[in-house]
């Protein structure tokens, strides 16, 4: 480029000199703002893209309960919950089908274990034939405070059935563990309980207390024995 006169050279250096680094910075800016924009966007979109992922996993956990699938409903609420971790619906999700998962073990066990062996229950005659004969027996009153104050099994631990969750330190898991209250219903619940938890030695004595009380007394073992309270 042919300059007519210095002084449009000199105003020619003086652009070039000063004007020309300033273009420079100015695409340095207009770059970085690019970037941001880009980089901003790219996080507005993830936040929606993460919530759909999560209502399709819980979506997808939810038919899984529903197909009684629980341990895969479990993985299901375990991945939403890595992703959600402070949504207390997936907790509750995850409880629920954690507790399907056990009972449904539990059930399925109970099928074939009575197909082979029997039920969860042992009867007052089976169970003075295994004391007799020296086995270990641990047995359990699962009875009200009030009832036990009337009527109580001597060589039994008191814990009633409300309060066998806080006392599992108590319950032996050698030996056979036999579950007693007024009738059965509640030791059959409790019994069940204990065994969702892996207590596989624990038994429901059929008939309770009242079965105990229809023995030959001369037959029952000490440790057995009903004992009215005042006498």
Do not use: W
């Amino acid at each position: 480029m042919k300059f007519k006169t210095t002084e449009n050279k000199e105003k020619k250096r003086v652009f070039i000199y000063y004007s020309v680094p300033s273009v420079v910075k100015s695409s340095r800016r207009t770059k970085m703002k690019k970037s941001l924009i880009i980089l901003f966007a790219l996080l507005v979109m993830a936040m929606p893209a993460v919530a759909s992922s999560v209502d399709e996993i819980l979506k997808q956990g939810d038919l899984y309960f529903q197909q009684a699938k629980y341990a895969k409903a479990m993985d299901a609420y375990l991945s939403a919950l890595a992703k959600n971790p402070e949504n207390p619906a997936l907790r509750i999700r995850l409880e629920k089908a954690a507790v399907a998962k056990n009972a449904d073990e539990f059930l399925s066990l109970m099928t074939r274990e009575v197909q082979k062996k029997g039920d969860i229950r042992i009867s007052a005659k089976a169970l003075v034939k295994k004391m007799m004969k020296g086995e270990k027996i641990t047995l359990i009153d699962v009875r009200t405070p009030e009832e036990q104050a009337l009527t109580r099994v001597t060589g039994a631990l008191r814990i009633q059935m409300t309060d066998i969750m806080k006392n599992l330190d108590r319950i032996p898991t050698d030996g056979t563990v036999v579950i007693i209250c007024h009738s059965s219903p509640r030791a059959i619940i409790v019994t069940t309980a204990l065994r969702i938890l892996g207590y596989n030695n624990v038994y429901a004595l059929k008939g309770g207390i009242m079965a105990i009380a229809n023995l030959n007394a001369k037959k029952v073992p000490d440790g057995l024995k009903p004992v009215t309270e005042g006498r």
